[in-house]
């Protein structure tokens, strides 16, 4: 099956400026690679996404980029803001229905 | 537009004892999709269905059940309840199936087993 790993487990950024959090995965069939964003008492939310077709995405503060030959991708955020503190995690999935294999998260804070 | 719905929010279940949860997709979507979290082992996927069907069925023991309806909403149900049962309970709604289409979550029912 397929294995996320992700890194770090914790980060701690002053307000400005940029994060990063990395993942890989193992199997070479994945092809679909979305954030999730969760705060405290709530559901992981969907913050932007990348297919294996595209190697870099754009929204805003939020940008993902891919690899898909070393089997890795990474969520960069720029200016951060307070707000953005929350636990983040990245999945893989693939054509066989909608099965996500998660990271196992990093939590970032945005210290003020 | 609605989003996901999880009902209910908390639940409180005795050792032995079996639970229903239940999910409303967004509206239109056909795909629902049951994880697990726990802090140990993060976000374990449990089972997708869509158009009624199961399409996958993640590493979970046969405790665990789900259905779903040709409103697309879905249940999930554990059988004798254990401790280690105890989790965030999260489906997550899809237009379609395919793996490769936005998946959006609930709030989540917690669980907990005593």
């Known amino acids: 099956g397929e294995n996320v790993e992700q890194h770090p487990s914790t980060l701690s950024v002053q307000e400005g400026d940029s994060a990063v959090i990395k993942c890989t995965y193992s199997?070479?069939?994945?092809?679909?690679f979305p954030w999730y964003k969760q705060e405290l008492g709530k559901g992981p939310q969907l913050i932007i996404d990348?297919?294996?077709?595209?190697g870099e995405k754009k929204d805003q503060r939020i940008a993902v980029t891919l690899n898909k030959t070393a089997k890795h991708f990474s969520l960069h955020i720029t200016e951060t803001q307070p707000e953005d503190s929350a636990v983040y995690f990245c999945a893989a999935s693939k054509d066989t229905g909608n099965q996500f294999y998660f990271g196992t998260g990093t939590s970032l804070t945005v210290i003020p | 537009k609605a989003g996901v719905t999880q009902t209910p929010r908390y639940l409180i279940k005795t050792r032995g004892q079996q639970v229903t949860l239940s999910c409303s997709p967004i509206?239109?979507?056909?795909?629902v999709s049951w994880y697990q979290q726990t802090p140990g082992q993060g976000l374990q996927f449990l089972f997708e269905y869509f158009s009624e069907t199961q399409r996958n069925k993640g590493n979970f023991p046969g405790r665990f059940s789900g259905r779903q309806f040709s409103n697309s909403r879905s249940e999930m149900n554990v059988s004798t309840l254990e401790l280690g049962d105890s989790a965030l309970y999260l489906c997550?709604?899809?237009?379609?199936?395919?793996?490769?289409?936005?998946?959006?979550f609930g709030q989540g029912t917690r669980l907990t087993v005593v």
């Open positions: 997550a709604s899809s237009l379609r199936t395919g793996g490769t289409t936005e998946a959006f």
């Open positions: 509206s239109g979507h056909r795909s």
């Open positions: 990348i297919r294996s077709n595209v």
């Open positions: 199997d070479s069939a994945s092809n679909y």
